[in-house]
Structure formats: C-alpha cells, structure tokens
C-alpha cells in the first residue's frame, strides 16, 4: 500500500478491511486538507477584492482571518454552501464505501477521476503517484491545522504572519519598507555638539569676571568686554548672542574714590549674572 510505513501505535488496523476503511477515510481527509491548505491563505489574499467586484460583503474579518471554528465568523457562509459541501461528501463517501468491499483491486480514494491523463499506465508508476498524493495530504492535514492553531492564539493572518511564502517579494520588501521604521536623528555637526555639552568661553568670561572684579590695582571692563564677546561668538551656532555690550569709559587708574570702586563691582556683578545664564541656557 502506498505510504504504508507500519505506522499503527495504537494498533487501529486489526485487520485487512480496518486498513483499507482507514486508508480510504485517509485519503479523503488529505485530499480535503490540500484544498483547505491552498485556499485558506488565497482566500485571505483575495477574498475582499472578489467581493469588491462582484459587490458582496467580505466573509474576513477585522484582522483579514478567515471564518473558522476558532476564529468565528462562520454565520456569514450561506447555507446553500453547507448543504451543498454534505451532499458532496456524503454522496463521494457512500460510492467510496461501495466500492470498497466489491471493485477487485479497489486502490483506496481511486474513483477514476483523471481528466487530465496524469496517472501513469504502469503499476510502479501508479504507486509512486499514490505515495506522493498521501505524503503531500498528510503534510496538509498538520498544516491546516497549524493555520488553524496560529490565527487562534496569534489573532493575525497568516498571509501576514509569513508573507514572504504568500505574497510576491517585490511586495513584501514594499511593506517592510512602508512599516513604520525609521533611523533616529543625530546631529550631523561635530561643532554642535561640542558647543552644546563644552562651553569653556563662557567659563573663561566668568574667571575673567572674577580676577577683574579682585584687583586692587586696576579696574578694567576692556578683558571683560573681550571674554563676553568671544563667548557669545563661540554659542552663536546654539543660542542667540547677548545684546552689545558698550564699551564702558577708559580704564581709571587707583586710586579712586569708594563711589567709582562700588559702581563698578555693581557692573561686574551684572555681568557675572548675564553670564550665568547664557551659559545655563547652553547646557
């Protein structure tokens, strides 16, 4: 028997008739379970545009599933099809079962259908024609039933799930492409970023600030003027500049009168204030 490899654990076929019964309720579940196998991811794929044209409610529902027992949806199916589908089968399964005990030589599920001249005239090649047609439902029925399992626990359609077996690769790539994914955005300037994380011209303006406003010597705005100028230079590409600092009078040499000395650190300490927050808004 085609595809008989002494698989029966359970010790089903007790007899030669209990093999041929099972293999004939074989047969027809694989032949089945190849249709089901082939049309269940076509169905997903074309179903909504088949109803678009002819101008039919689709049967998918809002994942693009197909009816099932577990997915639901079979109330949509019309009842026309139910009873044509147990007609169908009940009619093939009687004539089988006929067949089986009376035909000499009955080759389970062989009703001599061949339009198209396929089956080989030899018995060898006959037999390797079986086998192939048991091997490929057999691996039918477990792959109906993962569709089955997958769509269940996964809520997607398996067109969706594996699109790279169902679809064109021209429109998977287009849909990986179109899925959301994009590269973060970095700066593109090596400058920016080092004036936004260093900002040692500001530094250098409030140590200036600093030493200018603890010299016993000499009050000079001049240095401090310089520093505040570079700085805002140094932070144009980040911040805007601070508005134009004038140039205060020339330098006045000591001594000096308490009046001149009090105005001026008032002035130094503004300063220092500005500074202070250009450089918190840089950082």
């Known amino acids: 028997m085609a595809g008989d490899v002494g698989f029966d654990p359970l010790g089903f076929a007790k007899s030669s008739l209990d093999l041929k019964t099972y293999r004939e309720a074989e047969i027809k579940h694989a032949r089945l379970a190849m249709l089901a196998a082939a049309g269940w991811p076509v169905s997903e794929l074309f179903d909504k545009k088949i109803a678009a044209v002819l101008g039919m409610n689709a049967v998918l529902d809002s994942a693009g599933r197909v009816p099932s027992v577990l997915n639901g949806g079979l109330e949509k199916i019309s009842p026309f099809y139910w009873i044509g589908c147990i007609v169908f089968a009940g009619a093939a399964d009687l004539y089988g079962m006929s067949q089986l005990s009376k035909k000499e030589g009955y080759v389970a599920g062989d009703f001599s259908f061949d339009p198209f001249g396929l ?56 849909e990986f492409s179109q899925s959301g994914y994009s590269m973060p955005d970095y700066p593109d300037t090596p400058a920016v970023i080092d ?47 601070p ?17 001149e000395l009090v105005a001026a650190k008032k002035r130094i300490a503004e300063l220092e204030s500005k500074l202070n927050m250009i450089s918190g808004l840089v950082r």
């Open 119 to 174: 089956m080989p005239k030899d018995a060898e090649g006959r037999k390797r024609m079986q086998t192939a047609e048991i091997k490929n439902g057999r691996l039918a029925m477990i792959a109906i039933t993962a569709f089955a399992a997958q769509e269940f626990v996964t809520h997607i359609a398996i067109v969706d799930q594996a699109p790279i077996f169902f679809k064109p690769i021209w429109q998977v790539v287009s």
């Open 195 to 241: 004036a936004v994380t260093q900002t040692p011209p500001i530094d250098a303006a409030v140590e200036a600030a600093k030493a200018l406003s603890s010299t016993a010597d000499t009050v000079t705005a001049a240095p401090l003027a310089d520093a505040v100028s570079e700085a805002a230079t140094a932070v144009s590409p980040i911040v805007e500049a």
């Open 243 to 259: 508005p134009a600092v004038v140039a205060p009078p020339a330098p006045v040499s000591l001594p000096v009168d308490d009046a």
